[in-house]
């Protein structure tokens, strides 16, 4: 009876020792189908950093295609943001690396994505490094955005008979733009333009430079049909006709020129100025 007893034992355990075994044979085979081979991402032979150096020395004007600015005016603004401590070196990518993915991402609105696999970054890194160089920016803003501190009147106002001295506390015009924007799903109706688009409507002012600046103190600016006639504000007379669109048959000026127009056309020559500044900014 011992005997018999032991071999049903052993029997059983030996049972058990196969299902188990069964059970992992099947665990691993199952495992092995689901298991999708791993392969490196970034097996570029171009690194970021050989890219950026590529560009800028190669061709001037692939670099401006590329960069939206050209090659010393990129040395000068990542001399800028290096000096003042607003970007460093990392680990894993440099300043000047950096810079060219900020401008390749703003200039050509590419997704992060293309620029990852472009550069040969994760997608967290090149997220970071973007987001860095964006509050480097803006730190740089009140260094760059503001108005010069002479009081003397601009060149182009001064040395103009049709300007001076009618306007020789004319700091400046101003003008609005819309750009593509995002907006949260509960805002988009806020955001929307006349064509259906997310936009944000921005206010530009800047001097007789194309330098964008802010307001002085006691002078004024001259600005378009949209704004009113306010402390500070010169718009046009709204019963006054400026271009020579509006001048229709006997009305219309003698001459090819504004300059020919006469009176009303001072105001808007100035406040084109504002507009070429968003023109070039887009650009």
């Not at 002479?150 to 733009?177: L, M, Q, W």
């Not at 806020?190 to 259906?196: C, D, G, H, L, V």
């Not at 007789?208 to 002085?216: A, C, H, L, N």
Request: proline share 5%; charged share 25%; with cysteine.
């Amino acid at each position: 009876m011992n005997v018999e007893r032991n071999y049903c034992s052993s029997s059983s355990s030996s049972d058990e020792e196969e299902d188990n075994d069964m059970f992992f044979l099947l665990m691993f085979v199952e495992n092995k189908n689901n298991y999708i081979p791993k392969k490196p991402q970034c097996i570029s032979m171009l690194t970021s950093d050989a890219f950026v150096k590529e560009i800028l020395i190669g061709n001037p004007r692939t670099c401006y295609e590329l960069f939206r600015m050209d090659r010393p005016t990129f040395t000068r603004f990542r001399n800028y943001l290096r000096t003042h401590k607003f970007l460093t070196n990392s680990c894993w990518i440099t300043v000047e690396e950096a810079v060219g993915m900020f401008l390749l991402i703003v200039g050509h609105n590419v997704r992060i994505r293309v620029i990852e696999d472009r550069l040969q970054h994760s997608t967290e890194t090149v997220d970071r490094q973007i987001k860095e160089i964006l509050r480097a920016i803006c730190r740089l803003g009140k260094f760059i955005i503001r108005p010069s501190q002479s009081n003397e009147v601009h060149p182009r106002i001064a040395n103009n008979t049709k300007f001076f001295p009618y306007f020789k506390k004319c700091i400046g015009t101003i003008d609005g733009t819309y750009i593509s924007a995002w907006a949260p799903t509960s805002k988009l109706v806020s955001y929307k333009n006349r064509k259906a688009t997310i936009t944000h409507n921005i206010m530009c002012a800047c001097d007789f430079d194309m330098k964008f600046t802010f307001v002085y103190t006691g002078g004024y600016y001259l600005v378009d049909f949209g704004y009113p006639c306010t402390f500070g504000f010169v718009p046009p007379y709204r019963t006054k006709r400026y271009h020579l669109r509006d001048f229709r048959g006997r009305d219309r000026p003698e001459g090819e020129g504004r300059e020919n127009s006469g009176e009303p056309s001072h105001t808007v020559d100035l406040t084109d100025q504002a507009s070429e500044a968003i023109a070039v900014y887009r650009d």
